[in-house]
């Protein structure tokens, strides 16, 4: 379904993804995770060609997003929903039209169409009833399961989530998790989603995908992670905070920093 060969994404000299090659299998939940600044939504950005990258290619069924024709990414873009970090609802606009958004954006179905699908898409995710809500009134639970519905609009082949069930309580992040479950089991959609929540993310996995330090260190199986004895991976899953995985990815040495050594910022 999409698949990258040697990508990398670098800001200024920060690399931010590096050689990067991975495989994501059509109807499966693809699963994202790594510590905070490891490069998962730079990755997820990457794949659903909202950013280019530094060199290597990304191919969504064998065609190439480097290079795309930008009324080719337009049509592919229809075929993909994105449930964005912090939701990104439009807050102008009432649920129903968040919703209906990417329907009036890529199709000219009339109005008594697009109530219908926008209804359906609402009644999956639990919210039929609330389309005259803005976006200001929801919880953020509630406002995680707008984006569904609207990332699932347009029925996409694929579906992008960053971050999907973070700030959550734990029946919400739950009930987000088994909607992501039913969209890849029973709608055979494929997902792709990126999550620090290393319970939720190994439960909906049928592959995971473990980043560190903008380099793949281990793909697999959830059961493969679970009984993997790499440390970096076991520090990940237990989330213990000492071990290779530092808390600073600084690239120059604090007390550098604290002598203010040529190459490292200055205040004022
Ligand atoms: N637009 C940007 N400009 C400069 N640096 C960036 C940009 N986007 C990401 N980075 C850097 O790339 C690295 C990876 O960032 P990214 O947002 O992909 O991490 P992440 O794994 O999603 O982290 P988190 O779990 O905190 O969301 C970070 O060091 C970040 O500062
Ligand atoms: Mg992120």
Redesign the pocket.
């Known amino acids: 379904m999409i698949r990258t060969q040697h990508l990398s994404r670098k800001?200024g000299t920060?690399t931010?993804l590096d050689d990067v090659n991975i495989h994501v299998k059509p109807h499966e939940a693809t699963v994202i995770m790594?510590g905070?600044?490891?490069?998962?939504?730079?990755l997820l950005r990457l794949l659903a060609s909202l950013e280019c990258p530094t060199s290597g290619n990304i191919y969504f069924s064998d065609e190439s997003l480097v290079g795309i024709r930008q009324k080719r990414l337009y049509e592919l873009r229809a075929k993909m929903g994105m449930v964005f970090?912090y939701s990104a609802l439009l807050n102008s606009l009432s649920v129903f039209e968040n919703v209906a958004f990417p329907l009036r954006e890529h199709t000219d179905l009339d109005d008594f169409i697009i109530q219908t699908i926008v209804t359906m898409k609402l009644e999956q995710v639990g919210l039929r009833g609330f389309e005259h809500m803005m976006p200001s009134q929801l919880s953020g639970g509630m406002a995680k399961r707008v984006a569904f519905a609207r990332a699932i609009a347009m029925d996409p082949e694929v579906v992008f989530f960053d971050e999907p069930t973070s700030g959550l309580d734990p029946i919400s992040a739950g009930v987000i998790s088994n909607m992501i479950l039913d969209l890849t089991k029973k709608a055979k959609m494929t997902s792709i989603v990126?999550t620090?929540d290393v319970h939720a993310g190994l439960d909906i996995a049928d592959h995971v995908i473990l980043l560190w330090q903008g380099k793949v260190i281990m793909e697999g199986t959830s059961d493969m992670i679970r009984n993997s004895d790499d440390a970096r991976v076991l520090q990940f899953i237990e989330g213990r905070p000492d071990g290779p995985i530092p808390f600073s990815?600084s690239e120059t040495a604090f007390v550098d920093d604290l002598m203010h050594k040529p190459g490292t910022v200055r205040m004022g």
């Open positions: 800001f920060m931010a790594g905070s600044g490891s490069g998962k939504t730079t970090q990126v620090h990815r």
